[in-house]
Nanobody, 125 residues
C-alpha cells in the first residue's frame, strides 16, 4: 500500500515556475515507477511525466519537454515535478501516481495503482 500527497501547487503568472512535490508513505516506494498526470476542466486526464524506480529513465509528454523535469529522492520517499516557463494551458489539477512492476513505458494512467488527491496549478496570462 502506498499513500501519496501532493504539495506545491498554486497561482503563478505565465513564464513563471513551480515545483510540485509528492510525498509517499510505504516502505516499498523505491520499487514503484512514479508518474505525474494532469486534468483540466472538461478534459480527460493526461500524462505529463514519469520516472522509473531507479531514476534510470524519464518520460515526458511533448508539450512539456524542455520545460518540466521529473526527479525522485527514494531516501525521502518523494518525487518532484519542476515546472518552468509555465503557460496558461498548463493550468490543471496535477496528480502524482505510483505504478508497480509493469511492462511498457509508464505513460498510461490505467496502469497506475495508487493516486494522490491532486494539487491545483493555475497559470495566469
Amino acid at each position: 500500500q502506498v499513500r501519496l500527497v501532493e504539495s506545491g501547487g498554486g497561482l503563478v503568472q505565465a513564464g513563471g515556475s513551480l515545483r510540485l512535490s509528492c510525498a509517499a508513505s510505504g516502505r516499498t516506494f523505491s520499487t514503484y515507477a512514479m508518474g505525474w498526470f494532469r486534468q483540466a476542466p472538461g478534459k480527460e486526464r493526461e500524462f505529463v511525466a514519469a520516472i522509473t524506480w531507479s531514476s534510470g529513465s524519464t518520460y515526458y509528454t511533448d508539450s512539456v519537454k524542455g520545460r518540466f523535469t521529473v526527479s525522485r529522492d527514494n531516501a525521502k520517499n518523494t518525487v518532484y515535478l519542476e515546472m518552468n516557463s509555465l503557460k496558461p494551458e498548463d493550468t490543471a489539477v496535477y496528480y502524482c501516481a505510483a505504478r508497480g512492476f509493469r511492462y511498457g513505458p509508464p505513460v498510461d494512467f490505467r496502469s497506475y495503482d495508487y493516486w494522490g488527491p491532486g494539487a491545483q496549478v493555475t497559470v495566469s496570462s
